[in-house]
């Protein structure tokens, strides 16, 4: 069976686009899409990736309305809350460390949940 390789991308709905990829890029360090084919796109380092869907009940997301969640792995999640902190962006660490890592979540700029994952 032939399988795919990756995500190669996460598209979803937003009130200010400009504005929420120049917040992802200056938080998180997500560069936004290319304009040109001469520019390079945002490149995530191979790791472990998780594609699960959650019962449409759940408050794992947040609000009830909430359709999707973004999940990162960063190298160091302390090193990220006090980035983030020092931004003034409130951060949630979560104080479990879960026998596959640790986690954090943030809130961009329109309420979407970001979830931070230290493996």
Do not use: C, K
Request: no cysteine; proline share 8%; hydrophobic share 40%.
């Amino acid at each position: 069976m032939e399988r795919v390789t990756g995500i190669g991308g996460l598209f979803f709905r937003s009130r200010d686009p400009e504005r929420l990829a120049a917040w992802y890029e200056e938080h998180l360090g997500v560069t936004p899409v290319p304009l040109t084919y001469a520019e390079e796109p945002w490149y995530s380092q191979s790791g472990p990736t998780v594609f699960a869907a959650f019962a449409e009940e759940t408050e794992h997301f947040g609000r009830a309305a909430q359709q999707w969640m973004v999940n990162f792995r960063v190298r160091d999640l302390d090193a990220m809350v006090r980035q983030l902190r020092a931004s003034g962006i409130e951060v949630e660490v979560d104080p479990e460390v879960y026998p596959n890592g640790r986690f954090a979540r943030v809130y961009d700029p329109e309420g979407n949940p970001v979830e931070l994952w230290e493996p």
